[in-house]
Nanobody
């Protein structure tokens, strides 16, 4: 059974940083395209960033230059480094194996002064 477990969320002031982690189990991690999504209250879940099996990446325009996605295949882990956080980044962040219905439980990120 495939499982994804996110961690690293919290409350941070505008301009601050957080690093999210997602550990995968039950899958051949290194071949998966991994992604981070987020969902704010009353909005649709949106793709934030993805990292391919060759470590190439892609980002939503709203986070380009501020967020960095990376992966460590030895640890079955994908990361999301979030810098220069803004109030509009407040959401529940979810890890996903792209193209599947496998989701983690989510981790709350709140950016507020």
């Amino acid at each position: 059974q495939v499982q994804l477990v996110e961690s690293g969320g919290g409350v941070v002031q505008p301009g601050g940083s957080l690093r999210l982690s997602c550990v995968a189990s039950g899958t051949i991690f290194r071949i998966n395209v991994m992604a981070w999504y987020r969902q704010a209250p009353g909005t649709r879940r949106e793709l934030v960033a993805r990292v391919n099996s060759d470590a190439s990446t892609d980002y939503a325009d709203s986070v380009k230059g501020r967020f960095t996605i990376s992966r460590d295949n030895a640890k079955n882990t994908v990361y999301l480094q979030m810098n220069i956080l803004k109030p509009e980044d407040t959401a529940v962040y979810y890890c996903n194996i792209l193209g599947t219905t496998t989701w983690g439980q989510g981790t709350q990120v709140t950016v507020s002064s």
